[in-house]
């Protein structure tokens, strides 16, 4: 019988292992593809190898130009998720793009898959522009940084997560390009017990963070409690209507009091501030049939709201009637792991997940006849996925001054610059307010 369970176990170990060269291969043919189709898809593509991964990724507000050339200046902040004894930081990078032209085929460079790069000249020599990217300044952090977003009213403030459950908050102008070997942040905030991912400054009102955690609660905290003299911050208040690891949280971009969350528990629920019950939601519901990961308020609607889950699926959301889903979007083949709205395309929502590709939805689109053919390809509102990662993607974010360029982190260190190409996003020149919109 011993015998009999040992060769058992080999049979399922050979099972696995064939699995995974079988996934392998797939992953590697799937990216071949890409790469194949990328001078048609994409107007910018460029991919960088960071020194480590990150688990974050936000552009910066602001952006430069530069005198006499076509390309323009951009910040981004990522961190760094190192192994063993390795320092950490969180980084400031300066991503330099062409600026919005209409690259031709012909500029596409097959050896390096990418369109755009640095130094590239379009068709007759002309200069096309290019991008490049390049760390400008390294901040030390204590361990990995789980998430990091600078504070809407004042860039240059930095609020972190830690693996320790600690939020420190960094002025980067009082820290060298060069990082010193001893993190020293302006500001700590102490009070969850297990580390988290959940972490959003509020549009409204500035210094008030609101953060989410393993340890099953949300806390609110404001900065401007801060002395020279101390530089720890308790929470304002601390939210334990959760029963299970709270995996992100959102201020509401039009309503002050009211912040966003989502749990292991299954649960959307959202807070309004004005109540004094730190117990209990004021509104909730039920919103997948596994772990809810991320969710996104519309910045340019105050009712519609979208929740992506361990489910594979996308919730969208009326918070005039939160019980009842006004539409699953579904075409994730696992976990839906981040979610952000396009910033200047109100019916445009973005998704990513551990199958390794960043999804466009296009809301006005719900509903509409298809052919046979182009059912296969999806629903009608799944606009474009972006195939460029071959690992689980851990953040995108929406440039805010360069309509449709993204940047994308994935946990094998991969960092990618795109612009979809306007053939493919630039067709629609109709505005759908996606509070109008109707679904089936």
């Known amino acids: 019988m011993a015998i009999g369970g040992r060769a058992a176990d080999d049979d399922v170990a050979m099972t696995a292992g064939d699995e995974d060269a079988m996934q392998e291969k797939i992953i590697n043919e799937e990216y071949k593809t890409w790469k194949k189709n990328a001078p048609f898809l994409y107007d910018i593509m460029i991919s960088t190898?960071?020194?480590?991964?990150?688990?974050?990724?936000?552009?910066f507000p602001d952006t430069k130009s530069i005198p006499g050339l076509n390309y323009s200046s951009h910040r981004l902040l990522i961190g760094t998720h190192t192994s063993s004894e390795a320092p950490n930081y969180i980084q400031i990078a300066q991503v330099d793009l062409p600026n919005p032209v209409n690259p031709d085929i012909v500029d596409y460079d097959e050896e390096r898959g990418e369109i755009g790069g640095y130094g590239a000249s379009g068709a007759g020599g002309k200069e096309v522009g290019g991008v490049k990217f390049s760390i400008v300044q390294k901040i030390d952090h204590p361990g990995e940084v789980n998430k990091a977003r600078y504070m809407p009213q004042k860039p240059d403030l930095i609020a972190s997560l830690c693996i320790d459950g600690r939020v420190m908050v960094w002025d980067k102008t009082k820290h060298s390009s060069a990082p010193t070997g001893t993190p020293k942040p302006q500001m700590e905030l102490i009070g969850h017990k297990k580390e988290g991912y959940g972490l959003s400054w509020s549009p409204h009102r500035e210094g008030q963070l609101a953060?989410?955690?393993?340890?099953?609660?949300?806390?609110?905290?404001?900065?401007?409690?801060?002395?020279?003299?101390?530089?720890?911050?308790?929470?304002q208040r601390t939210f334990t209507h959760h029963?299970?690891?709270?995996?992100?949280?959102?201020?509401?971009?039009?309503?002050?009091?009211?912040?966003?969350?989502?749990?292991?528990?299954?649960?959307?629920?959202?807070?309004?501030l004005r109540q004094e019950s730190n117990s209990t939601a004021a509104v909730q519901t039920r919103g997948h049939e596994d772990a809810i990961n991320a969710l996104s308020f519309n910045p340019a609607s105050e009712y519609i709201l979208a929740t992506g889950s361990a489910d594979k699926t996308i919730g969208l959301w009326d918070l005039r009637n939160l019980q009842h889903k006004l539409h699953a979007l579904e075409g994730h083949q696992d976990a839906v792991t981040s979610l952000s709205w396009h910033p200047f395309e109100e019916a445009i929502l973005g998704s990513a997940g551990y199958d390794r590709r960043i999804m466009f939805w296009d809301l006005s689109r719900v509903g509409e006849e298809q052919s046979p053919e182009d059912q296969e390809d999806g629903p009608p509102e799944l606009m474009f996925i972006h195939g460029g990662h071959t690992n689980r993607i851990?953040?995108?974010?929406?440039?805010?001054?360069?309509?449709?360029v993204v940047c994308s982190a994935a946990e094998d260190n991969l960092i990618q610059m795109w612009r979809v190409a306007n053939a493919i996003v630039g067709k629609d020149a109709e505005d759908v307010r996606v509070d109008e919109l109707t679904y089936p």
């Open 394 to 404: 851990s953040e995108f974010t929406w440039n805010q001054n360069d309509p449709w």
């Open 211 to 235: 953060t989410g955690s393993e340890d099953q609660t949300v806390r609110l905290w404001d900065i401007t409690q801060y002395t020279k003299g101390n530089k720890t911050i308790s929470p």
């Open 243 to 272: 029963s299970a690891i709270v995996n992100d949280v959102q201020h509401h971009p039009y309503h002050h009091a009211l912040i966003g969350t989502v749990s292991d528990d299954l649960t959307v629920q959202i807070l309004d």
């Open 49 to 59: 190898a960071l020194e480590w991964p990150t688990l974050t990724a936000q552009w």
